[in-house]
């Protein structure tokens, strides 16, 4: 199983960006598609973006779309997420996810085979 670690979170104002990296070993994640999800305070875990194995194709949830970047390196076995113009509602813990199956495409509404431990995104306002 790939162990995940997920870095870059913190407190930022509205309208600021920052970029989540999730550092990826064990084994290589480069025939596996990778994602982000985030859980909200009292809320249930969503779907954010998703990025196929050769990465080629991408998902977006609706909220982040136009605004969130996911990109892969599979040479450094990481995947990125880069937020633009952050909002108070996307306050979240967020965890990076590799795809439990391989040569896969998108993780949305696909199983998941690894989730790292999160990391914190506090937008004020």
């Known amino acids: 199983q790939v162990q995940l670690v997920e870095s870059g979170g913190g407190l930022v104002q509205t309208g600021d960006s920052l970029r989540l990296s999730c550092a990826a070993s064990?084994?290589?994640?480069?025939?596996?598609?990778m994602g982000w999800f985030r859980r909200g305070p009292e809320k249930e875990r969503e779907f954010v973006a998703s990025?196929?194995?050769?990465?080629?194709?991408?998902d977006y949830a609706d909220s982040v779309k136009g605004r969130f970047t996911i990109s892969r390196d599979n040479a450094k076995n990481t995947v990125y997420l880069q937020m633009n113009s952050l909002k108070p509602e996307d306050t979240a813990v967020y965890f990076c996810?590799?795809?439990?199956?391989?040569?896969?495409?998108?993780?949305?509404?696909?199983?998941?085979?690894?989730w790292g431990q999160g990391t914190q995104v506090t937008v004020s306002s």
């Open positions: 064990g084994r290589t994640i480069s025939r596996h598609a």
């Open positions: 990025i196929g194995w050769r990465g080629l194709t991408t």
């Open positions: 996810a590799a795809s439990f199956q391989e040569f896969t495409y998108t993780l949305l509404s696909k199983p998941v085979g690894s």
